[in-house]
């Protein structure tokens, strides 16, 4: 009979034990995830979306040269938003089918991070008009979210509210309205959730109109334009990049409906904040 290595050698000393359990990160040159969404967030609060690309891809190249599949996973789930925003449409495909390789790779399937990728996946669908696909990733991410999220935690009322956007595109309007109901009563009761809470509430509207036809609808949406003015105009509101983002997002659809001062007054908040920083 045949010795193998280990029948015969021990370690150096006895917490050496890398020769029986070989640690698999030992080569691995790990990227710093922190600093790097920290440094997104900052070019993002500037509007910079050419600077954050660099540099999330950037740190993707550096994540494969290392060997740091965890830390590229982290960065591919940053970039598909990001070619989403940009309008990338193979790019951020592209980022979707590789995050979803890696999270098999790396055995994570059930997890929070499985989740979100297919959360992120399923925004990459809806912007490129496969609501199908979305919802089916959306349903995805809800069930794992469900399952270990804090009934209140702020990722659910965000898949909630997305997942309500697939849902209108495939006119399940009633199953939309319960998903944005049950996002409203999440962000509202957040620390600074009043910005988020302000979109769902347009995107209501948006819902509302859709199913019965803007005469028809009309007093529900004034309502929704109403609640949505007033949360975002709170004077508690932090005037910080996510603010201006909210702003510069939502003012259309206040000029779309005829609220063209407040759809003026929004964006000029944004601009402001975009300028200072």
């Not at 982290?74 to 598909?80: F, I, K, Q």
């Not at 449409?89 to 592209?94: P, R, T, V």
Request: net charge negative; with cysteine; charged share 30%.
């Amino acid at each position: 009979m045949s010795l193998d290595p280990e029948d015969y050698k021990e370690p150096r000393c006895p917490s050496c034990t890398d020769f029986y359990y070989p640690d698999e990160n030992a080569n691995v040159s790990f990227i710093p995830v922190d600093r790097v969404v920290d440094r997104l967030d900052t070019l993002l609060s500037h509007n910079d979306m050419p600077a954050a690309r660099r540099h999330l891809e950037y740190w993707l190249s550096e994540a494969r040269m290392g060997g740091d599949k965890r830390g590229e996973l982290a960065v591919l789930n940053e970039l598909m938003g990001l070619y989403r925003k940009m309008g990338l449409k193979d790019k951020a495909f592209e980022s979707a089918e590789k995050a979803d390789e890696l999270v098999k790779t790396l055995s994570l399937g059930g997890s929070i991070t499985a989740a979100t990728v297919c959360l992120n996946a399923a925004t990459v669908c809806e912007a490129f008009d496969r609501p199908r696909e979305a919802l089916e990733r959306y349903s995805e991410a809800k069930s794992i979210y469900e399952d270990f999220l804090p009934p209140g935690d702020a990722r659910l009322g965000g898949l909630y509210n997305n997942m309500a956007l697939a849902c209108v595109s495939l006119k399940e309007y009633e199953q939309a309205r319960e998903l944005y109901q049950k996002a409203i009563k999440i962000m509202s009761a957040l620390p600074g959730g009043k910005p988020e809470t302000a979109i769902t509430y347009l995107n209501l509207a948006n819902a509302a109109e859709a199913q019965q036809g803007l005469e028809n609808a009309s007093e529900f949406i004034t309502d929704c334009l109403q609640k949505a003015e007033n949360l975002l105009l709170d004077e508690s509101n932090a005037l910080d990049g996510n603010y201006a983002f909210v702003c510069e997002k939502c003012a259309p659809t206040f000029e779309y409906y005829g609220w063209f001062m407040t759809a003026k007054e929004i964006k000029r908040r944004s601009d402001e904040i975009y300028e200072r920083t």
